[in-house]
């Protein structure tokens, strides 16, 4: 796109402001000649039209003296007198030129005597009612006559001894009055007239106009503006006005006619008086336009010389410095000029000089990065101003950059062709001090790329020595595992070397990078994830070992019982199944909690209970274990004044059980074992209590002691083989300690015995409420009777249904059965309201599991749908098992293997609430 010059831009300019100027000088000239015009007309015409008005008053009032001449004479108004003298009085008045016709009425109006054009009767005329009120000479309204012509009607009344005798009217000539009117000439255009008080044209140049009765209003819509001309004029004001705009504006000139109703207009179009005005402004804008041309023509030579051409030279410098040239070329004439444009020159050259200075020494820092010299500054000495900005900002970036590569974990160096060290970062730094190495020892690269083992340090790999010679276009990098011996012991690092970027023209042609990556601590990592990958290879063996022992024995005594007919022998092999069970259960268990204390879901039941029979619990369930090695567990409770525990009962046990499971497993025969029960401390409604485990067992070593707490290990692999177990007892009670606010210890000599001791820290008090008699009534009932209750068994394992069904079949309740969700869903639908009182229902079955099938049988449009128990009585028993029950509409949560008292309580409570259900009640947990 082509550009305009800065001359043309001035000229234009130039022009554009002269005709700004020109038109702004034209238009306050048409605007002051406007107004001028405005006020001297308005000012002129007005005492024109008064002048005028007196004159058309003048020439009424003669013709009124005229009527009050005729009217004097005696005989008009003597009744006596003949009518042939009447006549020839009025003969001889309208032989005159004003009158057309002269009439004499009698009182009521009805001619006496005139002439043949004289009208018959007044006494409907307007003038003739004006006569009567106003006792005076009336002049009525010019009007078209009975004979087409237009009148001037003049009447008086003639009195006789006071009272009214005769009216003497006449139609004066209206040409007489037109005369008048067309006799006033303002300009061409203007126009005279008399009109009335309601606007109507009296006399006018046109004289359709009187005979069409017209009025201004014809030719203007009524406006305020001529309302209020029409009442000034009624209210006998002399004024002058200006209507309109543009070309259609025109000045009004008023005055009243004294003695009449009417009104002289004088109408002068607004246009006659700014022709010659309109003439004048044309010539001076024709003149300024002229001289506007010849101003252009010259200062356009002017700007040319003095400014566009010096300017051009300027800005073609100015371009050439934009393209990285700084040699300037500017003529002499140029700069020896004195004038602002030689400094501006003078100025550029001066610039394009420090700018070639400036960027030669950013050059210079370049290639010197480039380098690999990242420590290379430039001197701020030499700059000023925003160009030491510029330099400052670029050793800033510098020093920016390298205290990114500070902030980087890993050594990095730059070497030259050489193999000098250029640069290095702070961890390079620590890590030249930790293994005793100088950053300017002459074999420092040999000494680190080569410790890797398969190199003596006094040689490079030939990969690695490809990438400082320059001849070896784009070689690979060199990657390698080293070792190095620092003053913390071994180190590991992972070795990368390789060419930063191309090869740079200079000195140093050749800048290779070197990244040494730390990788103790991963080596470390590594080795622990593969013993942890061998424990829990061992783990799983042991698991393996401890779930198939329990089964085999399950196995073999069903397969003993089903080949023999003993009963003696059936029982026996019955109770072997049930321990082996109970023990298969329990290593189950033990995995469960350790999966929960994996996944962080273990969480505590808090209840209150009381320390004393939980005590006593936990030693009735040792008892038979005790007895069958003949081992003695001695209690022994001190300082304890808070009974009343609020905490996890179940877990509690669990931790004591584990543990006096363990001394009495590795105690021998006829040993004792204590267990030792304290209250440490009681603040603030919290106890502390300390629970101690002796036992005179084969003991633990320091060696042992470390692994014993660790997942899937245990002190001694030979221990599960001797004596059993799964390895994860003491890794979950250690958890459940914590979680309790407490901690655990361990004090054991190899032969001698262990002293197992832990902590809990929960609220207490003295001792818990005691239970009312009807709430140990309940408990203590033992007599589970259902009879007359229907109860729906649902579970996709035939087993398992006829397990329970045989359960169940003691408390006289109806039982049907259900193999999925969905043929649960479709029994309860098609069974009448109340058919049901309880479903038993599991969680994980085909077609359709019991979550679904609850929502489903909850949302069913019928009375008891809402309230029907539903107990989840399933394997699946973590906590997200029992929360996704709930909240799918279930009321309770059993675990599988199902406990047969805890199963009829729950039924029995279940039936009980629904019993005692109040309407709107869902029963819903």
């Given at each position: 796109?082509?550009?305009?010059?800065?001359?043309?831009?001035?000229?234009?300019?130039?022009?554009l402001a002269v005709a700004v100027l020109a038109f702004a000088m034209v238009l306050i000239m048409i605007s002051s000649m406007n107004y001028l015009s405005d006020v001297i007309l308005l000012e002129i015409m007005r005492p024109l039209a008064k002048t005028t008005a007196m004159s058309v008053q003048g020439h009424l009032q003669m013709l009124a003296d005229r009527i009050f001449l005729i009217a004097d004479n005696a005989v008009l108004a003597d009744p006596e007198a003949p009518l042939e003298e009447k006549q020839q009085v009025l003969d001889l008045v309208e032989s005159g030129i004003e009158f057309v016709?002269?009439?004499?009425?009698?009182?009521?109006?009805?001619?006496?005597?005139?002439?043949?054009?004289?009208?018959?009767?007044?006494?409907?005329?307007?003038?003739?009612?004006?006569?009567?009120?106003?006792?005076?000479?009336?002049?009525?309204?010019?009007h078209v006559g009975s004979s087409g012509e237009i009148e001037i009607v003049i009447g008086t009344p003639l009195f006789r001894g006071g009272e009214i005798s005769h009216y003497l009217v006449g139609s004066y000539r209206y040409n007489v009055l037109n005369d008048m009117v067309s006799n006033i000439n303002i300009s061409s255009g203007s126009t005279a007239y008399i009109i009335n008080e309601q606007g109507k044209f009296m006399a006018h140049q046109n004289m359709d106009k009187i005979r069409f009765e017209e009025s201004v209003f014809s030719q203007f819509p009524h406006r305020p503006e001529l309302e209020?001309?029409?009442?000034?004029?009624?209210?006998?004001?002399?004024?002058?006005?200006?209507?309109?705009?543009?070309?259609?504006?025109?000045?009004?000139?008023?005055?009243?006619?004294?003695?009449?109703?009417?009104?002289?207009?004088?109408?002068?179009?607004?246009?006659?008086?700014?022709?010659?005005?309109?003439?004048?402004?044309?010539?001076?804008?024709?003149?300024?336009?002229?001289?506007?041309?010849?101003?252009?023509?010259?200062?356009?030579?002017?700007?040319?010389?003095?400014?566009?051409?010096?300017?051009?030279?300027?800005?073609?410098?100015?371009?050439?410095?934009?393209?990285?040239?700084?040699?300037?070329?500017?003529?002499?004439?140029?700069?020896?000029?004195?004038?602002?444009?030689?400094?501006?020159?003078?100025?550029?050259?001066?610039?394009?000089?420090?700018?070639?200075?400036?960027?030669?020494?950013?050059?210079?820092?370049?290639?010197?990065?480039?380098?690999?010299?990242?420590?290379?500054?430039?001197?701020?000495?030499?700059?000023?101003?925003?160009?030491?900005?510029?330099?400052?900002?670029?050793?800033?970036?510098?020093?920016?950059?390298?205290?990114?590569?500070?902030?980087?974990?890993?050594?990095?160096?730059?070497?030259?062709?050489?193999?000098?060290?250029?640069?290095?970062?702070?961890?390079?730094?620590?890590?030249?001090?930790?293994?005793?190495?100088?950053?300017?020892?002459?074999?420092?690269?040999?000494?680190?790329?080569?410790?890797?083992?398969?190199?003596?340090?006094?040689?490079?790999?030939?990969?690695?020595?490809?990438?400082?010679?320059?001849?070896?276009?784009?070689?690979?990098?060199?990657?390698?595992?080293?070792?190095?011996?620092?003053?913390?012991?071994?180190?590991?690092?992972?070795?990368?070397?390789?060419?930063?970027?191309?090869?740079?023209?200079?000195?140093?042609?050749?800048?290779?990078?070197?990244?040494?990556?730390?990788?103790?601590?991963?080596?470390?990592?590594?080795?622990?994830?593969?013993?942890?990958?061998?424990?829990?290879?061992?783990?799983?063996?042991?698991?393996?070992?401890?779930?198939?022992?329990?089964?085999?024995?399950?196995?073999?005594?069903?397969?003993?019982?089903?080949?023999?007919?003993?009963?003696?022998?059936?029982?026996?092999?019955?109770?072997?199944?049930?321990?082996?069970?109970?023990?298969?259960?329990?290593?189950?268990?033990?995995?469960?909690?350790?999966?929960?204390?994996?996944?962080?879901?273990?969480?505590?039941?808090?209840?209150?209970?009381?320390?004393?029979?939980?005590?006593?619990?936990?030693?009735?369930?040792?008892?038979?274990?005790?007895?069958?090695?003949?081992?003695?567990?001695?209690?022994?409770?001190?300082?304890?004044?808070?009974?009343?525990?609020?905490?996890?009962?179940?877990?509690?046990?669990?931790?004591?059980?584990?543990?006096?499971?363990?001394?009495?497993?590795?105690?021998?025969?006829?040993?004792?074992?204590?267990?030792?029960?304290?209250?440490?401390?009681?603040?603030?409604?919290?106890?502390?209590?300390?629970?101690?485990?002796?036992?005179?067992?084969?003991?633990?070593?320091?060696?042992?002691?470390?692994?014993?707490?660790?997942?899937?290990?245990?002190?001694?692999?030979?221990?599960?083989?001797?004596?059993?177990?799964?390895?994860?007892?003491?890794?979950?009670?250690?958890?459940?300690?914590?979680?309790?606010?407490?901690?655990?210890?361990?004090?054991?000599?190899?032969?001698?015995?262990?002293?197992?001791?832990?902590?809990?820290?929960?609220?207490?008090?003295?001792?818990?409420?005691?239970?009312?008699?009807?709430?140990?009534?309940?408990?203590?009932?033992?007599?589970?009777?259902?009879?007359?209750?229907?109860?729906?068994?649902?579970?996709?394992?035939?087993?398992?249904?006829?397990?329970?069904?045989?359960?169940?079949?003691?408390?006289?309740?109806?039982?049907?059965?259900?193999?999925?969700?969905?043929?649960?869903?479709?029994?309860?639908?098609?069974?009448?309201?109340?058919?049901?009182?309880?479903?038993?229902?599991?969680?994980?079955?085909?077609?359709?599991?019991?979550?679904?099938?609850?929502?489903?049988?909850?949302?069913?449009?019928?009375?008891?749908?809402?309230?029907?128990?539903?107990?989840?009585?399933?394997?699946?028993?973590?906590?997200?098992?029992?929360?996704?029950?709930?909240?799918?509409?279930?009321?309770?949560?059993?675990?599988?293997?199902?406990?047969?008292?805890?199963?009829?309580?729950?039924?029995?409570?279940?039936?009980?609430?629904?019993?005692?259900?109040?309407?709107?009640?869902?029963?819903?947990?």
């Amino acid at each position: 796109m082509k550009r305009s010059s800065i001359r043309t831009k001035i000229t234009v300019t130039t022009i554009l402001a002269v005709a700004v100027l020109a038109f702004a000088m034209v238009l306050i000239m048409i605007s002051s000649m406007n107004y001028l015009s405005d006020v001297i007309l308005l000012e002129i015409m007005r005492p024109l039209a008064k002048t005028t008005a007196m004159s058309v008053q003048g020439h009424l009032q003669m013709l009124a003296d005229r009527i009050f001449l005729i009217a004097d004479n005696a005989v008009l108004a003597d009744p006596e007198a003949p009518l042939e003298e009447k006549q020839q009085v009025l003969d001889l008045v309208e032989s005159g030129i004003e009158f057309v016709w002269l009439g004499l009425y009698n009182a009521d109006g009805l001619l006496e005597t005139g002439n043949w054009r004289s009208p018959p009767g007044i006494q409907n005329k307007t003038f003739y009612t004006g006569m009567r009120e106003t006792r005076n000479l009336v002049i009525e309204d010019v009007h078209v006559g009975s004979s087409g012509e237009i009148e001037i009607v003049i009447g008086t009344p003639l009195f006789r001894g006071g009272e009214i005798s005769h009216y003497l009217v006449g139609s004066y000539r209206y040409n007489v009055l037109n005369d008048m009117v067309s006799n006033i000439n303002i300009s061409s255009g203007s126009t005279a007239y008399i009109i009335n008080e309601q606007g109507k044209f009296m006399a006018h140049q046109n004289m359709d106009k009187i005979r069409f009765e017209e009025s201004v209003f014809s030719q203007f819509p009524h406006r305020p503006e001529l309302e209020d001309i029409l009442l000034m004029a009624s209210r006998g004001q002399i004024d002058s006005r200006s209507l309109g705009i543009g070309g259609e504006q025109k000045i009004y000139a008023f005055a009243p006619i004294r003695g009449t109703g009417w009104s002289l207009v004088i109408e002068t179009p607004w246009s006659d008086f700014m022709t010659a005005i309109h003439q004048g402004v044309f010539v001076s804008i024709l003149i300024t336009l002229v001289l506007l041309v010849c101003f252009t023509f010259i200062s356009n030579l002017f700007i040319d010389r003095v400014l566009t051409k010096p300017l051009w030279i300027i800005t073609e410098n100015a371009r050439r410095i934009n393209r990285g040239l700084f040699n300037d070329m500017f003529p002499r004439n140029l700069l020896s000029r004195n004038d602002e444009i030689g400094q501006l020159a003078g100025a550029f050259v001066s610039m394009s000089h420090f700018i070639g200075g400036s960027v030669g020494e950013i050059e210079k820092i370049i290639h010197a990065i480039g380098a690999g010299r990242l420590d290379q500054r430039a001197q701020l000495a030499a700059f000023e101003g925003d160009f030491s900005k510029i330099v400052s900002g670029v050793n800033d970036s510098l020093d920016v950059i390298c205290s990114y590569l500070d902030a980087i974990p890993m050594a990095l160096a730059l070497f030259n062709e050489k193999r000098e060290m250029l640069y290095r970062n702070r961890a390079m730094d620590e890590f030249l001090i930790i293994h005793g190495l100088e950053a300017k020892e002459p074999k420092l690269l040999e000494q680190i790329a080569g410790s890797g083992g398969r190199l003596s340090e006094d040689t490079l790999d030939p990969k690695a020595a490809a990438i400082f010679d320059p001849a070896v276009h784009e070689p690979l990098p060199f990657t390698a595992d080293i070792a190095m011996l620092g003053v913390n012991g071994g180190d590991n690092f992972l070795l990368n070397l390789q060419r930063a970027g191309s090869a740079v023209p200079g000195r140093y042609s050749v800048c290779a990078i070197l990244l040494l990556s730390d990788v103790t601590q991963l080596t470390q990592a590594k080795l622990n994830a593969e013993a942890a990958s061998r424990a829990k290879s061992d783990f799983l063996s042991r698991m393996s070992h401890e779930i198939r022992t329990p089964m085999n024995a399950i196995i073999g005594m069903t397969q003993i019982a089903k080949s023999t007919e003993e009963t003696q022998k059936i029982r026996n092999c019955i109770e072997q199944i049930e321990g082996s069970s109970n023990h298969l259960l329990g290593i189950i268990n033990d995995i469960l909690d350790f999966s929960k204390i994996e996944s962080s879901k273990l969480t505590l039941d808090i209840s209150e209970f009381s320390l004393s029979a939980s005590l006593d619990f936990v030693l009735s369930m040792m008892l038979s274990m005790s007895r069958e090695k003949n081992i003695t567990i001695r209690l022994n409770v001190e300082e304890i004044q808070n009974d009343g525990l609020s905490s996890d009962a179940l877990r509690l046990n669990q931790v004591l059980i584990n543990i006096l499971s363990n001394a009495v497993k590795f105690s021998p025969e006829g040993s004792e074992v204590f267990l030792n029960v304290r209250e440490l401390e009681h603040k603030q409604g919290f106890s502390t209590y300390r629970f101690e485990i002796v036992d005179h067992g084969i003991g633990i070593s320091e060696r042992q002691i470390e692994k014993l707490f660790r997942p899937f290990e245990q002190a001694d692999g030979g221990i599960t083989r001797n004596y059993g177990g799964t390895g994860l007892g003491l890794v979950i009670s250690k958890s459940l300690v914590e979680m309790m606010g407490g901690d655990i210890t361990i004090k054991s000599k190899e032969g001698e015995g262990s002293i197992f001791a832990f902590t809990i820290r929960c609220a207490a008090k003295p001792e818990l409420e005691k239970k009312t008699d009807e709430e140990v009534n309940e408990a203590i009932a033992g007599n589970y009777d259902f009879s007359g209750k229907r109860c729906l068994v649902v579970d996709d394992i035939e087993i398992n249904r006829e397990i329970i069904l045989e359960l169940l079949s003691v408390t006289d309740i109806a039982l049907e059965t259900a193999e999925n969700g969905r043929d649960a869903l479709e029994k309860f639908k098609a069974s009448g309201i109340g058919y049901f009182d309880i479903i038993l229902m599991d969680m994980q079955m085909p077609v359709m599991d019991g979550c679904t099938a609850t929502r489903k049988i909850r949302s069913l449009d019928r009375e008891d749908a809402a309230g029907i128990p539903i107990i989840a009585m399933t394997a699946n028993v973590m906590q997200e098992d029992i929360r996704k029950a709930i909240e799918s509409g279930m009321n309770s949560h059993l675990g599988k293997p199902v406990e047969m008292e805890l199963l009829l309580k729950t039924i029995q409570a279940r039936l009980s609430k629904q019993a005692s259900r109040e309407p709107g009640d869902t029963g819903v947990l």
